[in-house]
């Protein structure tokens, strides 16, 4: 990065102004990111987090644990009918 050559105060007072500009905006942006993680980690949302991500994995595998299972169930039903 090159240094800035500077023929006024007034150009430095420019961009000291627009640094402190700069600075508030990044302040007021982690102010609110903050606010907005401290709302989303209440007992109620973790828990509706939670109960929705283990809902969703087991709607979508379904199927996957049903042709698992499956032969098993039809094994046990037809070793049951022999009397095995």
Request: without cysteine.
């Amino acid at each position: 990065m090159e240094k800035k050559k500077y023929s006024s105060y007034a150009e430095i007072d420019r961009d000291l102004e627009i640094l402190k500009l700069e600075k508030e905006i990044n302040y007021q942006k982690l102010v609110l990111s903050f606010q907005k993680t401290k709302e989303g980690i209440t007992p109620q949302k973790i828990v509706n987090g939670f109960i929705s991500s283990y809902t969703d994995y087991f709607s979508n595998s379904y199927t996957s644990i049903l042709q698992s299972i499956l032969p098993y169930v039809i094994g046990w039903f037809i070793n049951k009918k022999r009397g095995i």
